[in-house]
């Protein structure tokens, strides 16, 4: 029974570049395709929580990761008046903010240049039972003897696995800037208000990346103008979320649908299988995304190294986070449902409600997704 030696993954994000890394520090020979043909945009924040640093100890990136970012708690929810609802959540669980590309750029100087082949758009994959191919749009292609599809929310490997069914539209669009701004200002973390919700990250150099989740129908035009329609929304909110928005150029804001995806009783076959996105796309309330598929990372490359047989590997991989993964979408699921209500009346009561919850009780129910400890590799 031949070891698996050759690993292909297709996406070149956060968790095709981890899982690369990781399975290279076992030994691995590994290669990453992604179709972007240059480095994704940079105006997406991200919240690391303590199971992404500790993913990324193991990778040896710790350290490198915090130089880019900055640290900040993620904890605090107020309501649209600036009234704490929750401002206990994360005081003792360390979190380094940054941007998701600035992440990225960290993950690829680590990675090996000939490792990364970028503009390459996979077409189809296909197996046998010694190994699996990977079809590319330019007419190559590549062998391996295991395949991840680390492509996304839209996966085409997920589509191969499973057919090609659409993820499931979240009820909002999240609207984004990074802007040069004051850190005094600002209270890192999210304000909730009704059908809409507003936060603040503060970034390396005095900047604010600061987003907005506003409940819209899947089929919305984008506003003519984007700008003056936050404004409008935000002008009532505590400060400085108008004056954050305000001091943004009309030009840097992005505007996009979230989609998550119902969880898979089975995520890959024989010698495929799936990460990050493409495994278990969630609503974003939690910060868990990256987090998760850092994790997805370690968990893979242990697995390919401990177990002898490739598809034997991937079931232990998959079993390993199959359940864990669930969980945390689930309850991502359940803050955005909260966080998105469109009643006053409701939302007033949401309020009032996670307000009294005990500290005990909300510092329980995060601490089981942000203290997981990957495996060591």
Known sequence: MARVQRVIIIGGGIGGIAAALACQRVGLEVQVYERADAPREQGAGLWLWANALHALEQLGLAEAVRAAGI???????????????????????????????????????????RSLRLGAACCAVAQDGATVTAQFSDGSSAAGDVLIGADGVHSLVRAHLHG??????????????????????????????????????PLRDGRVNWFAARNEALDSPTPAN????????CAAWHAPIADLISATDPNAILRHAVWFRAPLRHWGRGRITLLGDAAHPLTPSLGQGACLALEDALMLA??????????????????????????????????DWLACLESPVLAALRNRVVRQLPAALRARRLSWIVNYHSPAL
């Open 302 to 335: 242990t697995s390919l190294r401990d177990e002898a047989d490739a598809p034997t590997a991937l079931q232990h991989y998959e079993r390993m986070r199959k359940r864990r993964t669930a969980a945390v979408a689930r309850q991502a699921q359940l803050i």
């Open 71 to 113: 640290h900040a708690s993620a904890g605090r929810i107020s309501d649209w008046r600036g009234r704490s609802i929750v401002h206990d959540l994360a005081e003792a669980t360390p979190t380094v903010a940054l941007l998701r590309g600035e992440l990225l750029a960290v993950l690829r100087q680590a990675l090996p240049a």
């Open 164 to 201: 090609p069914q659409a993820p499931c539209y979240a009820g909002f669009q999240a609207y984004r800037a990074v802007v040069a701004f004051d850190h005094a200002r600002i209270a890192p973390g999210v304000s909730w208000g009704v059908g809409m919700r507003v936060g603040m990250m």
């Open 226 to 233: 984007v700008h003056g329609l936050l404004l409008n929304d």
